[in-house]
């Protein structure tokens, strides 16, 4: 199995742009899947420069319902037509980050390759995706700053229900990929114990640990105190995309070899 980084905030192979967002290309025994596909079609530049096939990628996941990870699905339907495309049915909701739009292109929700999902899903012996996560261990603060819209219209908190992580086994190994971790990489944990009773060999995902202010000395705390719970699992973790700089390298002097940076355009050594 092999997973490449396809686009993430920072730059990292030559040839290949980064953006706010993140797509992650992954080869399995059995298939050729994205999780997630950016904010925009550059993640399909990145690839071509890479020398990768998208023709050939059969699954995608989507982790929610958020631009910067959908935004280039229309474009990898162009290149894979046949592809399989599975998210939370939550997902299509409108989402905010103040009163900006922040939800998924709705032309998404018209694809006939669409599964819409509502809660866990196994796909095969090699792909299943889980949601579900209720936990509230460290929920990230910036969360408080999404909306989404009640049925009768009306703005409220945005609870993540419609965040889904994918598993993979392969080769004795469960890797598990999420997105940006809304509902807290611990609590995300916490649900991958309940569902596999261990814990998985590799997690690749943002931690949604980035905002435009400086951070406090109770969240430098949180920051601190979540390095400590994460080095005690058995987990060799991937970081990047909305964990923001400062925070990244918190976590970096803190859990040394155990954590490892995502840069656009390179590969994950498994």
Known sequence: MRIITLIENTPGAPGCVHEHGLSLYVETARHTLLMDTGATGAFADNAAALGLDLSRVDTVVLSHGHYDHAGGLLRLVELAPHAQIYMQRGAGRDFYHGDRYIGIDKAILDLPNLHLLDGDCRLDEELFLFA?????????????????????????????????????????????????????ILNILD????????DPDVAVSGFHMKQADPYTPEEWAVIDDTARELAQYHTRFYTGHCTGKPAQERLLARMGDQLHPLHSGLPLDL
Do not use: M
């Open 132 to 184: 579900g996560i209720t936990g509230r261990r460290f929920w990230p603060r910036s969360n408080l700053e999404l909306r989404t819209t009640a049925p009768d219209g009306t703005p409220v908190q945005d609870d993540f229900s419609h965040e889904q992580c994918l598993v993979i086994a392969q080769e004795g190994k469960h890797i598990l990929l999420s997105g940006c971790a809304h509902n807290g």
């Open 191 to 198: 649900r991958y114990r309940q569902l596999f009773g261990a």
